[in-house]
């Protein structure tokens, strides 16, 4: 029953900035890792940045210095500033949650629906 659901995705010009949030929600005891990935047609999915509950981070060289992640483990929200934009972040941008259900069950890994963020030259 958990759900993440991704917001901020759009249209904007190289050079421009976007925000993205994810916010899970349903039966969740611990969120552990929280991440974003995006995915163009005709390659694999990517990492683009990554963070540890306790707030460690980890960024694709493509991204670094350009974008910022961040999360509220009160809210069990994760966002991705994105700064200075290039056409070649144009992609379906998913949240991704490493969540134990409860007490019982072990970590599992969701994926929201993705969010398409287009960039223009």
């Known amino acids: 029953q958990v759900q993440l659901a991704e917001s901020g995705g759009g249209l904007v010009q190289a050079g421009g900035s976007l925000r993205l949030s994810c916010a899970a929600s349903?039966?969740?005891?611990?969120?552990?890792?929280m991440g974003w990935y995006r995915q163009v047609p005709g390659k694999q999915r990517e990492l683009v940045a990554s963070?540890?509950?306790?707030?460690?981070?980890n960024y694709a060289d493509s991204v670094k210095g350009r974008f910022t992640i961040s999360r509220d483990n009160a809210k069990n929200t994760v966002n991705l500033q994105m700064n200075s934009l290039k056409p070649d972040d144009a992609a379906v941008y998913y949240c991704?949650?490493?969540?134990?259900?409860?007490?019982?069950?072990?970590?599992?890994?969701?994926w929201g629906q993705g969010t398409q963020v287009t960039v223009s030259s």
């Open positions: 991704n949650a490493q969540i134990r259900p409860t007490i019982i069950l072990p970590y599992n890994v969701f």
């Open positions: 349903g039966r969740i005891f611990i969120i552990n890792d």
């Open positions: 963070i540890t509950r306790d707030g460690v981070t």
